[in-house]
């Protein structure tokens, strides 16, 4: 009996440890049906310490209407309804002024990275929050296809 | 022990009385020349080719029956929006998603719906692509407890019905940010009524409809990676 609560302590302090680790990830933004866009996110999830859950994001956003700069992103993990987002369940979004200087607008990245979706929001009608934008992602930064267009370029 | 409710019941039916009387006397006195309802509401029936906006949509094929709206996209996708309920459909080859929100395509009609419309009078006349038109501008504001106000402004064609053939929205107040003004062009209008099999969409159109899920851990990032900038914006490491 001893012996199973010791390892049952020490699977509970491995587990806690392993979901304090950052986890960084890194995403090619592609349409419903695979077809590339030029844009690549790198998000780091994290968390400050205890007794803070593992919820902040970090990062950034590459390719804002293909322009080849990066822009920093900051934001948090949570769950979202499936009404808002393509896929289910939590996401880790993204707040990014990367078309700001284009398009005065707020941009938000929701990735899912469990169905391996994101979707984009804007606005800049000071009032609402639109959609403008949704599709897969692949693992990793791909190198950008040739003519392939924005995301959020409709 | 009577006399008290009747008493009671008596003052109650002369405050309630009294409070439909103050309440008639504000709608007497407000003034319904200005106020007016959202313009683009008249245009139930439409298919035009939409530009800017929202969206910053380009050439995309947009039509209105109704309350619903359809933007084609490419590949054959396309997306439905209730103007009403405020869902959007996603259609394409792979998919049909729903979504409780709104597509930015149908910006404006989509937009403004709790808004207060107030017409500013204008004697403008203006030919845009070939079309003379009066020119009308809107005061906008939210009934919330924080107003909001836009000014929108229309160019409604002569020979179109006073269509919109463009729309100029903008965000007032202070510190509202002069480069946010949005402009949003419809060209190829016809207002005859769009075939409706173009609303329709797949029966099985469930929220957040993407493929199953694909386990819930990406594998790291490739060896390739680019380096994240140290701050600001910087060219990639290519």
């Given at each position: 009996m001893k012996k199973a609560l010791l390892l049952l302590s020490i699977v509970m302090v491995f587990s806690l440890a392993a979901s304090a680790k950052d986890s960084t990830y890194e995403f090619t933004l592609r349409d419903t049906g695979g077809n590339a866009f030029c844009n690549v996110a790198f998000v780091r999830n994290y968390t400050p310490?205890?007794?803070?859950?593992?919820?902040?994001?970090?990062?950034?956003y590459?390719?804002?209407?293909?322009d080849g700069l990066y822009y920093p992103g900051g934001g948090f993990k949570f769950g979202v309804s499936s009404y808002l987002q393509y896929g289910n369940g939590a996401v880790l979004a993204l707040n990014s002024p990367a078309y700001f200087s284009y398009e005065t607008v707020a941009f938000q990245l929701l990735v899912n990275t469990k169905y391996h979706t994101w979707t984009i929001y804007w606005d800049n009608d000071y009032y609402g929050n639109y959609l403008v934008n949704y599709g897969t992602w692949i693992?990793?930064?791909?190198?950008?296809?040739?003519g392939a267009p924005d995301a959020a370029k409709r | 022990m009577k006399l008290r409710s009747v008493a009671l019941v008596l003052v109650g039916v002369e405050l309630w009385m009294g409070a439909i009387g103050s309440g008639q006397s504000p709608a007497k006195a407000a003034p319904a020349k200005s106020s007016s309802q959202n313009p683009l509401d008249s245009f139930k029936n439409f298919a035009?080719?939409?530009n800017g906006g929202m969206g910053r949509d380009h050439d995309r094929k947009i039509y209105r029956s109704g309350n619903l709206l359809r933007l084609d996209f490419d590949r054959g996708s396309y997306r439905i929006v209730d103007l009403e309920k405020g869902i959007t459909w996603g259609v394409d080859a792979n998919t049909c998603s729903q979504?409780?929100?709104?597509?930015?395509?149908?910006?404006?009609?989509s937009a403004f719906?709790?808004?207060k419309f107030e017409r500013v009078p204008t004697a403008e006349e203006e030919t845009i692509d070939g079309h003379v038109c009066t020119v009308e501008t809107f005061q906008l504001t939210s009934t919330d407890e924080h107003p909001r106000t836009v000014k929108m402004k229309l160019w409604g064609a002569k020979d179109l019905n006073h269509f919109p053939i463009k729309i100029e929205v903008e965000p007032q107040g202070p510190g509202a940010n002069p480069k946010a003004k949005l402009e949003v062009h419809y060209s190829n209008v016809s207002l005859s009524a769009p075939d409706p099999s173009l609303f329709k969409h797949p029966v099985k159109c469930t929220p957040g409809g993407a493929p199953a899920p694909m386990g819930s851990t990406p594998a790291p990032p490739s060896p390739t990676t680019p380096k994240a900038p140290a701050g600001g914006t910087t060219k990639p490491n290519q």
């Open positions: 310490g205890a007794p803070v859950p593992k919820v902040l994001v970090g990062g950034w590459y390719n804002a209407l293909c693992n990793g930064s791909s190198p950008v296809v040739k | 035009a080719t939409l979504f409780m929100a709104l597509d930015a395509g149908s910006f404006p009609f719906r709790d808004f």
